[in-house]
């Protein structure tokens, strides 16, 4: 394999959350005065950080958030990980393959460091990368679209860009990596193709993603 380094974004590549998680938001959006719908949520916070969907009330709407809404939101977000979050199916098998060709991998995700570990520890999948090789926009400073997550990735683990992967399922994560100066992997298994178009190359199913990072 040509990579040095696969970085994998945590919410629907390596845990099943996207589905639960936007639905959530678009409830907590909701209450607070901002109609949101399931997909509304997906269209403009996949793969965002929390200060997107502040920056984007704050935009469309001249206010902000009320106080305390991060904190009630995840309360709900972790309340359903824990009751029903599952590991995207065959990415375990994907993590031991790379284990096993000796190519190192790490995470990267717009969520915070607590919502990581909880949904990794649910899955049974924190074992597989442990403290030292997950990453959070909170250690940079600006989520996605933004490269500073990535490159803070890929500079931590001693890899240059150019010699990263990246497997994402958001076309913000997707623009941040083109950024970043890596190649980045596609998961379409929710979102439209059309909307992850930029990436290197696109697929459906986890299974499909070794034979990819192999060409």
Do not use: W
């Amino acid at each position: 394999m040509s990579y040095g380094l696969v970085i994998f974004d945590n919410d629907g590549v390596l845990v099943d959350s996207e589905r639960m998680s936007n639905l959530i938001l678009a409830e907590c959006l909701t209450e607070a005065g901002y109609p949101t719908s399931f997909d509304d949520s997906v269209r403009d916070f996949m793969g965002a950080a929390m200060h997107r969907v502040h920056d984007v009330v704050r935009e469309r709407h001249g206010e902000s958030l009320p106080e305390g809404f991060d904190a009630g939101y995840h309360e709900r977000v972790f309340a359903a990980f824990e009751a029903e979050l599952e590991p995207v199916a065959g990415v375990a098998l994907v993590l031991d393959k790379l284990a096993a060709d000796g190519v190192a991998y790490c995470l990267a995700s717009s969520g915070g460091h607590e919502r990581i570990r909880v949904a990794l520890r649910k899955t049974g999948l924190y074992e597989k990368f442990g403290e030292q090789r997950i990453f959070s926009a909170q250690d940079v400073g600006r989520g996605k679209p933004a490269p500073d997550l990535f490159l803070y990735a890929a500079r931590t683990m001693g890899v240059a860009p150019e010699r990263c992967a990246v497997v994402e399922d958001s076309g913000l994560g997707v623009a941040a990596a083109l950024a970043a100066g890596m190649d980045v992997y596609g998961y379409t298994a929710m979102t439209p193709a059309a909307k992850l178009k930029d990436a290197t190359a696109l697929f459906g199913c986890m299974t499909e993603l070794p034979d990819l990072l192999l060409r």
